[in-house]
């Protein structure tokens, strides 16, 4: 017990030196001697917290305000991050998993003393709604100069570079106070929201947040649609959620047959079947599978079930029956005007072109000439001389 006491104070006080040296601003030139990290520094670029490592350590964890974040890597060399706050001054340290109590932390970024942070906008907050919409809204500053205006961006990680929103609300008080994307489905996964302030009296720090679209805890489901088939003997009914981020949902159906009391189905399947239904009011709610928040239940639905033995047609079969039924009887018609040449009675056919020469010859006799042999008859022949013209 002594040596845990022991060990839990070391501890305490390794925490203690962290926060001291990172509130007083001391040099790493003032680090121990004899520690084996030494030059703790974060690299924003490769958005890094890395160190000079002397001697063999131990397995290196990185902490992000006291909360464990990722394991060092490449040789205890450094910690790799997702992201690094822009706005928002956190504490960075490291720790051993083995060894004597070890603990050595930094700010980033660092402070800058002439803006005021309480003017800076507060409780910055995103959501998914409508299936491709992020709203990012906020408050204003507590202590923010009457002429503050905010506006917010997304900031694309590897590059750096800055995106304004461009769709805002303002406040009563004309203020900016939140912005939505139309098409969510155009940003990056991971992005940083970014809101500035502006004054004429003073500068005002930003704030900032990290968001993570496919995990992001806040999206408001669109409530599902339901058609349903229905007959005397069943009842079935279907439906589909949408998102850009989850394909694994769960549903609350609340059904109410007739007068009797409502009642609710959870389901994971998206689709749901009762056995002699009659009348029946459905409505249903969806939500994310790792998600806490439902969406708003569905218009209330009515089904009367009890209209006959079989279940009404699809429009789209109706539709394939009737224009099956309309090439049978053409090709009846059809049939039968062949049969009994009503097309040619209706349709008479076009007379051809007269020709002269060999319409005339059609209806003369005509007699083959054999000038190989001689004819059975002699014909007189007699000499006709011309004299002039008259």
């Known amino acids: 017990r002594a040596a845990r006491r022991g060990s839990c104070l070391a501890m305490a006080l390794l925490w203690l030196a962290v926060l001291l040296t990172s509130a007083s601003g001391l040099p790493q030139s003032q680090e121990d001697h004899y520690s084996p990290i030494k030059n703790l ?11 000079d490592l002397h001697g063999n350590v131990s397995e290196i964890m990185c902490f992000i305000n006291s909360k464990f974040i990722t394991k060092a890597v490449n040789h205890n060399r450094y910690c790799q991050f997702h992201v690094l706050p822009s706005c928002e001054v956190k504490n960075f340290s490291i720790s051993l998993t083995k060894g004597p109590p070890f603990l050595m932390g930094i700010q980033y970024p ?26 990012c809204s906020w ?23 800055e995106y304004e929103c461009p769709n805002y609300e303002m406040d009563p008080r004309g203020k900016l106070v939140r912005c939505h994307f139309n098409d969510v489905s155009r940003l990056p996964k991971h992005l940083q929201i970014l809101v500035r302030g502006t004054s004429q009296s003073a500068w005002i ?11 992001i805890v806040l999206e408001i489901l669109n409530p599902p649609n339901i058609t349903a088939t229905c007959n005397k003997s069943y009842l079935m009914m279907e439906w589909e959620a949408c998102s850009h981020f989850n394909n694994r949902f769960e549903y609350e159906l609340q059904l109410q047959k007739g007068s009797d009391p409502a009642y609710t ?19 249903l709610r969806a939500k994310g599978f790792y998600r806490k928040s439902w969406s708003e239940w569905s218009a209330p639905q009515s089904f009367e079930c009890d209209l006959g033995e079989d279940s009404p047609r699809p429009d789209w079969l109706l539709a394939a029956l009737v224009l099956l039924a ?5 090709g009846l018609v059809i049939a039968l005007c062949g049969r009994y040449s009503v097309l040619q009675k209706i349709f008479p056919p076009i007379p051809h ?11 003369s006799k005509l007699v083959a000439w054999e000038g190989s042999r001689a004819s059975r008859e002699d014909c007189p022949v007699a000499e006709v001389q011309v004299l002039g013209e008259t």
């Open 41 to 51: 520094r974060i690299e924003p670029v490769e958005r890094r917290l890395t160190w």
């Open 110 to 135: 660092l402070h800058d003393a002439e803006g005021n942070p309480e003017a800076a906008a507060r409780g910055l907050d995103c959501r998914v709604h409508d299936v491709d919409v992020l709203t």
């Open 139 to 161: 408050d204003v500053g507590r202590e923010a100069p009457r002429d503050i205006q905010y506006h917010l961006y997304w900031q694309e990680l590897r590059t750096r570079r």
């Open 205 to 215: 720090p930003c704030s900032d947040r990290t968001v993570e679209l496919s995990e």
């Open 265 to 283: 189905e959870k389901l994971q399947e998206k689709f749901f079947e009762l056995h002699n239904p009659k009348n029946y009011v459905v409505r």
């Open 326 to 330: 309309t090439l049978l009887v053409l």
């Open 353 to 363: 072109m007269k020709d002269p020469i060999t319409d005339n010859l059609q209806n």
